[in-house]
């Protein structure tokens, strides 16, 4: 059994437990036949990506989830095992611990007159920028905008856009949240 087809089992299989459902209560909801969704469940199926998708729809979770590695019930990540990137002035922290397909959460720490330039995303991508400590100051589209602690920002993330910490002395902290166009 391939690592795909066995991940597809153990996935699927957990994801109908969870639901407290049957084999013929999902196969009934997803419109796939019983002894096909058994299939799945053993890793003995070659499904196609119509099975995959209603099975997918069914289980309210995306194909990837059916297919990827199989999530463990707990992931505990210590502090110092969390890796932080430093980019230009900046240390960016993600805040969760696992990648989430088109989203990004990130805490940023600016040093004292820091900045960091970031990069134009995919057409449609929507930053949202939550200042938590000190200021920041966004720079987009031509625009400037200071955020204080607590201030709350929305702009498309597809422009040309600077995070800059106007203050020489203290540390700026905000929280960013990038949700990548499709």
């Known amino acids: 059994m391939t690592d795909i087809n066995r991940f597809l089992a153990d996935n699927i299989r957990r994801l109908r437990e969870a639901r407290n459902m049957s084999q013929q209560q999902i196969a009934k909801l997803s419109g796939i036949p019983r002894p096909t969704w058994a299939n799945l469940e053993t890793g003995t199926a070659n499904p196609t990506l119509a099975v995959l998708s209603k099975a997918a729809s069914a289980l309210n979770v995306s194909i990837e989830e ?32 696992e990648s989430l397909p088109g989203l990004e959460i990130l805490r940023t720490e600016l040093a004292p007159g820091g900045r960091v330039v970031g990069v134009p995303h995919t057409t449609g991508t929507r ?28 702009f498309r993330g597809d422009q040309r856009h600077s995070y800059i910490n106007p203050d020489k002395r203290n540390v700026s902290i905000s929280i960013s949240v990038v949700c990548f166009a499709n």
């Open 66 to 97: 059916l297919v990827g590695s199989p999530r463990s019930e707990f992931d505990f990540i210590p502090a110092a095992k969390v890796r932080i990137r430093k980019r230009q002035d900046a240390k960016l922290r993600p805040l969760i611990p």
């Open 127 to 154: 930053e949202y920028l939550t200042c938590e400590r000190g200021q920041v100051e966004l720079v987009a589209g031509g625009e400037h905008y200071l955020l204080n602690e607590g201030d709350m920002l929305a």
